[in-house]
């Protein structure tokens, strides 16, 4: 069964740490890897797209990273402005393309 | 438009009763998906179109959720006999390339009471 674990659930950081959060993935049929940022109440936002191991993104402060089993969204110096739920997704090839979720990780940056 | 539009943005209603949750897709996305997402957990995948033809729906629970979408455009999600269970943020997003990000609009929040 094709599976999305991300972890920490939550993670709290101090203005200016620097962290990474983990995805790791079970999957058939990889298509893609994607990052999203959720902010309360909102749809969850477009961040980066990976399509094979090695590959990295980067955008302002964070850069994604991609493996055969396991994803990393890297945060440097992060600002209270990050503080969001971020989400891990992979699609698939099914009989079209699925995208699948994981939980997320809850990040709280302190000023 | 030019984000994805979902209505109502709230619904409120009795268990037992109907409800249809609406999506206003990217104009020109051919893909649109529907999710649910309950507090603290990530969206759980219902419902694939490709088009007007469902390419993937094996995520929908049981059979009193449905959707359609029958121009390629605007999708309606139905379910009967709400139960409280139902309760969440049922998001929709689309996507012009498959493989592709998806955009999200703000979501539907049920409440079943």
């Known amino acids: 069964e094709d599976q999305v674990t991300q972890s920490p659930e939550a993670l709290r950081l101090q203005e200016g740490e620097s962290s990474s959060l983990n995805c790791s993935y079970t999957v058939s049929g990889l298509r893609g890897l994607f990052w999203y940022r959720q902010d309360p109440g909102k749809g969850p936002e477009f961040l980066f797209t990976l399509y094979s191991a090695g590959e990295e993104k980067e955008k302002e402060r964070l850069k994604a990273t991609l493996t055969k089993k396991e994803s990393f969204l890297h945060i440097t110096a992060p600002k209270p402005e990050d503080s969001a739920t971020y989400l891990c997704?992979?699609?698939?090839?099914?009989?079209?393309?699925?995208?699948?979720f994981g939980a997320g990780t809850r990040l709280f940056v302190k000023a | 438009g030019a984000g994805v539009s979902q209505t109502p943005s709230n619904k409120v209603t009795e268990k037992g009763k109907y409800v249809e949750l609406r999506c206003d897709p990217i104009?020109?996305?051919?893909?649109l998906y529907w999710y649910r997402q309950s507090l603290g957990q990530g969206p759980e995948f219902l419902i694939y179109f490709q088009g007007t033809g469902a390419a993937d729906d094996s995520g929908l629970p049981n059979d009193r959720f449905f959707a359609v979408r029958p121009e390629g455009s605007v999708s309606t999600l139905k379910i009967q006999r709400t139960e409280r269970g139902d309760s969440a943020v049922y998001l929709c997003?689309?996507?012009?390339?498959?493989?592709?990000?998806?955009?999200f609009g703000e979501g539907s929040r049920l409440t079943v009471l």
């Open positions: 997704a992979v699609q698939v090839r099914t009989g079209g393309f699925k995208t699948i």
């Open positions: 104009s020109g996305h051919t893909a």
């Open positions: 997003a689309s996507s012009q390339l498959v493989p592709g990000e998806l955009f």
